[in-house]
């Protein structure tokens, strides 16, 4: 890929619409694929500062189990049986499912903010290579991310965070492009 191929993939990637996605998602060698370019992100101190969850197969719908006790549990009002239904078919509308996870470590000299931010990375590399392989990505936190209940049937440690889920498979259909920055508005040039 020259790096006018690279340029031109980069300004038409997009994200897709959680409900469109196909059921065809990465081979096991394109997952690990996926997974280990999306670990080659700045990373002050080599620290790995995030870890992937993978749901694939069964596991989204126990997720989704997880996903409505958690809603049950947390919700200021009794959830009704169409939002449960919801929530248990969250992770079923793509065919795979990686949750980024930000696990900042204690070390001086690598603020846990730079080390948030490598865990940003982390997923947007995922989103990157998964579109280079020609498949559709979403990277989407909702509710789940911040539930405690969730939280902990994740195994996640009390510093952990979920940097956010990335759904991924083939695409149903072409989702159109969406309005983009306009850069004046959000580009100043600094002159001292």
Not at 39 to 66: M, Q, T, Y
Not at 94 to 113: D, F, H, M
Not at 136 to 141: E, F, K, L, S
Request: with cysteine.
């Amino acid at each position: 890929m020259s790096n006018t191929e690279i340029l031109d993939f980069l300004s038409a990637r997009r994200s897709l619409k959680p409900t469109m996605f196909a059921d065809q998602g990465p081979s096991p060698d394109e997952l690990t694929r996926i997974l280990t370019i999306a670990a080659r992100v700045p990373d002050h101190k080599k620290l790995n500062p995030w870890r992937f969850i993978v749901f694939s197969g069964e596991s989204r719908a126990k997720a989704g189990e997880l996903f409505a006790k958690a809603c049950t549990a947390e919700d200021r009002q009794e959830p009704s049986e169409i939002r449960l239904q919801t929530e248990r078919e969250r992770f079923l509308r793509a065919p795979l499912v990686v949750a980024v996870i930000a696990s900042p470590v204690e070390k001086p000299g690598a603020p846990e903010w730079e080390q948030i931010l490598s865990a940003g990375a982390a997923a947007f590399n995922l989103c990157l290579a998964a579109n280079a392989l020609g498949y559709g990505t979403c990277w989407i936190t909702e509710w789940i991310a911040y539930s405690p209940i969730v939280k902990e049937g994740l195994a996640l440690s009390e510093t952990e965070r979920v940097a956010g889920f990335v759904y991924i498979g083939k695409a149903k259909e072409r989702q159109d492009d969406r309005d983009r920055p306009n850069l004046p508005e959000i580009v100043t040039h600094w002159q001292g």
